[in-house]
């Protein structure tokens, strides 16, 4: 596990002695005041690590900490979904996909996105000074952010009716339905201020090198949310549970930070000192940030109102059709994305090794997410069957689920692309052309989706997120190639290969779903054998054709 920079009053590095079996002191050849010598000689190999590895290398260990933890937590939410769409009605699940996407909004544009973005820059250039002036900047920021968080959280509990009639339609037409609604909501809204500070503790932790925090917390939220679903006959209404499961797990998210926190000694406190000057760097990140990550969230709440005009359980299928989507995104852009902006923060000012840097990401990003999209469009409709055809879920559920997630698999590269894009961008300190661009993608998108939904329903809706998609990364690649450094992070010769790739992934899984009538109910192991040879075939004529087309050798070309 990474471990953080660290630097004593006159700004030297803390190392380890490179003798075998020897420990360095620091306190007799460095200088150092006792304050700091004890956690020198504690962090002393961690900071070696972090400092002595190549930017790259640097890349690739993030990326794989945080990769697998991001994959546990995508795996728990993957079971979270099937347990729910299998204990609760279309109807239910309607209830509280709404009821937890009002203040999952709230936290995707004041939480988690933007709290990053904006702390991880500042704390890293804090850190570079002292590591006493980073603790002093951390303090000041938590503290900022935890009034900010309370007021949003005290407001969206009052106005919470407001809000929900805001992004539904015809709920009121069922009895009981938008009451419900309306009290989930409130009972989940106090999730917005545990998972801001989670995310600012994900922030201060992502500054100094660890990342699997901030890539494991999400579990606990997801197994508290399956428990609950288990225990669901003890509440009433039923789908009641769903609410303080969302409570639970946000205090368990928040508290799986702390230890980490202390071990680094980077434990944030309530201060009235406060930093002017770098908080005032922060907001001026934070501001445009904040536009530029609530698109996202402000795109999920317009496309739950066009799905909630379509038809019951509608929001449903996109939900899980979205969040099956989310899991190749989360495991590698995400991650990648988070990896990379503490790499591109530090060598903002040499842009040769910052467009080094970035193509390296950029080719990971294509490797993976390209192909990922081939194979995932061919299997859609199995693995949305096996996955979720269970109890209360049909087969009109699947049809209409899988048909979603062939459209919106086309989002898997550009929302790639955004997630490591933005960074570059951030490393620059210019926060405001992200959100511009945004604002164009969610312009688009509302337009597609207002001529398409009644024609083509779920589709017209998918559609519309990946045509957004597609047209915020290029915008996002295009401007930062005439702004500041001409971008060229692939040549057309990996293009080519990666396509080639990418057929040959389609074909493989292809294959094995053409021969088989998934319509056939009461068969599940037979469709599960059936969808792990798909996923198996595919897997193969990628990594063959990877091999074989040398694409290893590609991706390490500065």
Same mark, same amino acid.
């Given at each position: ?71 546990? $937590? ?15 009605? %279309? ?123 901030? %890539? ?15 225990? %669901? ?79 019951? #359980? ?41 467009? %080094? ?33 269970? #109890? ?10 899988? $048909? ?11 929302? #790639? ?104 109910? #009461? ?36």
């Amino acid at each position: 596990m990474l471990g953080h920079s660290t630097f004593a009053p006159n700004g030297t590095k803390f190392y380890p002695s490179k003798e075998p079996n020897k420990r360095q002191k620091p306190f007799k050849t460095m200088n150092c005041t006792s304050r700091y010598t004890t956690f020198a000689l504690r962090k002393a190999k961690t900071m070696s690590i972090l400092f002595k590895m190549s930017d790259r290398r640097s890349i690739k260990r993030a990326l794989l900490i945080f990769s697998g933890g991001t994959f546990l $937590s995508r795996i728990t939410g993957l079971i979270r979904d099937i347990t729910a769409a299998a204990f609760f009605t %279309s109807s239910e699940n309607d209830i509280w996909v709404v009821a937890f996407r009002i203040p999952n909004l709230l936290r995707g544009i004041l939480a988690e996105g933007t709290t990053n973005m904006a702390v991880v820059p500042v704390l890293t250039d804090a850190l570079k000074e002292s590591k006493e002036k980073a603790i002093r900047v951390s303090n000041s920021i938590f503290t900022t952010f935890f009034i900010i968080l309370s007021v949003v959280t005290i407001l969206g509990v009052i106005f919470t009716p407001q809000i929900v009639n805001l992004i539904v339609s015809d709920f009121d037409k069922v009895p009981g339905k938008l009451q419900t609604t309306i009290n989930l909501t409130r009972i989940m809204f106090p999730y917005i201020l545990l998972i801001g500070l989670t995310a600012f503790c994900m922030g201060s932790l992502n500054s100094i090198g660890h990342f699997f925090a901030s %890539s494991i917390h999400p579990v606990f939220l997801n197994v508290s949310l399956i428990i609950f679903a288990y225990t %669901s006959y003890l509440f009433h209404p039923r789908v009641s549970a769903i609410a303080w499961a969302v409570i639970v797990g946000g205090i368990f998210q928040l508290l799986i930070h702390i230890p980490y926190l202390r071990k680094y000694d980077f434990m944030p406190h309530f201060t009235t000192n406060f930093e002017k000057k770098e908080l005032l760097k922060t907001w001026k990140l934070f501001a445009p940030s904040l536009l530029s990550i609530s698109v996202v969230p402000i795109t999920v709440m317009m496309n739950t109102y066009f799905a909630s005009i379509v038809g019951p #359980g509608t929001i449903s299928h996109f939900f899980w059709s979205d969040r099956l989507v989310q899991f190749p995104i989360g495991i590698f852009a995400v991650a990648l994305g988070t990896a990379i902006l503490p790499v591109l923060s530090r060598c903002a000012d040499d842009h040769e090794k910052l467009k %080094s840097n970035y193509s390296y990401a950029f080719k990971i990003c294509v490797l993976f997410l390209l192909p990922a999209t081939a194979g995932l469009m061919a299997i859609s409709l199995p693995l949305v069957k096996v996955g979720f055809q269970h #109890g209360n879920f049909n087969w009109a559920d699947t049809v209409s689920t899988s $048909s979603s997630l062939f459209v919106l698999m086309l989002t898997l590269l550009p929302s #790639g692309i955004i997630r490591i894009t933005v960074p570059l961008y951030y490393s620059m300190k210019d926060s405001l052309r992200p959100a511009i661009f945004s604002l164009i993608g969610l312009t688009i998108n509302i337009i597609i989706c207002f001529t398409t939904v009644h024609k083509i329903g779920i589709i017209g809706i998918s559609f519309a997120v990946s045509a957004a998609s597609c047209l915020n990364a290029s915008l996002l690649l295009i401007y930062f190639s005439k702004k500041y450094s001409k971008l060229r992070p692939i040549d057309f010769s990996f293009l080519g290969k990666m396509i080639f790739i990418s057929v040959m992934t389609f074909i493989g899984a292809y294959i094995v779903v053409y021969l088989r009538d998934w319509s056939i109910r #009461g068969e599940f192991m037979l469709d599960a054998i059936y969808l792990v040879c798909a996923v198996g075939l595919g897997f193969t004529f990628f990594a063959v054709s990877t091999l074989l087309l040398k694409v290893r050798q590609d991706i390490q070309k500065p």
